[in-house]
């Protein structure tokens, strides 16, 4: 829980409507610190959730508890652009007598905002964490940065260990629901599955994600790797993708 050095934090997970969040900070106060729970930060099992369950909502639930008490409110995404767990989890929450704010982000709401950090050359990681900055504050209308012709893929959510980020080149693409969220369209479905034509992609999903389905049809369609992963990367894991991006583009 590094870095979380306020006494009194708004949490929040998925992608809340920006009206839900904005009330919410209007509410409990504009200066409190945003937490997003998706994100791993070494909090300990709370055995609420258990082990076969996403990892990324087994750490919402268990960072949740962890903060405890200075958690003012989560703010809860439990529409089609979170999951059905998100859902759950926000019940679950409730039940441990957290202040939930449950939000759907609804498609009339989609911002349909240009894409930047998605198809820009740079750092994966960097770019992954910068697209998930937006979620809270929404970036300038153009900040220089231009399009750079892919090399590979990446789809998926963001994942729990960053590490498999890192193994990707910087002339990465980003598709999937983490591209939806810097469109500030989560739960588009049809962007969701957008893949660059002949472009070399990695189909990520956490396991026991729901979007393991769509994961494994879109690999099989575009000829690409699909992966899941629990809790942290292991190393068969890493020289899969390795190899893949190296075999699929010889360049690198
Ligand atoms: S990884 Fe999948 S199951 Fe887990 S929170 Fe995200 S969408 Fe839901």
């Given at each position: 829980m590094e870095n979380l050095k306020s006494k009194k934090l708004i949490g929040y997970y998925g992608f809340p409507g920006r009206s839900v969040l904005k009330s919410v900070r209007e509410r409990f106060g504009r200066d409190l610190e945003l937490v997003d729970?998706?994100?791993?930060?070494?909090?300990?099992?709370?055995?609420?959730?258990?082990?076969?369950?996403c990892r990324i909502i087994a750490n919402i639930v268990d960072n949740a508890m962890e903060l405890s008490n200075k958690l003012v409110a989560i703010v809860a995404d439990v529409g089609e652009g979170k999951c059905d767990r998100g859902r759950y989890a926000a019940f679950l929450l409730k039940e441990e007598g957290f202040n939930v704010i449950e939000s759907r982000f609804l498609p009339e709401q989609f911002e349909k905002r240009p894409l930047v950090y998605s198809t820009a050359e740079g750092s994966l990681a960097e770019r992954v964490d910068r697209i998930m900055e937006m979620v809270v504050q929404p970036p300038p209308p153009d900040n220089h940065k231009r399009a750079c012709e892919p090399t590979h893929g990446f789809w998926g959510v963001?994942?729990?260990?960053?590490?498999?980020?890192?193994?990707?080149?910087?002339t990465t693409h980003i598709y999937g629901w983490t591209r939806c969220v810097e469109a500030g369209s989560p739960g588009d479905l049809e962007m969701e599955c957008y893949v660059g034509e002949n472009v070399p992609t990695v189909f990520f999903t956490q396991s026991f994600c729901a979007k393991q389905d769509l994961a494994h049809h879109l690999a099989e369609k575009y000829d690409g790797l699909f992966i899941d992963c629990h809790r942290d990367v292991n190393n068969s894991i890493l020289s899969k993708v390795e190899a893949f991006i190296k075999l699929s583009y010889p360049g690198q």
């Open positions: 729970l998706d994100v791993a930060r070494d909090a300990p099992d709370s055995r609420i959730i258990q082990s076969t369950t963001p994942p729990h260990d960053f590490r498999i980020l890192d193994i990707f080149p910087p």
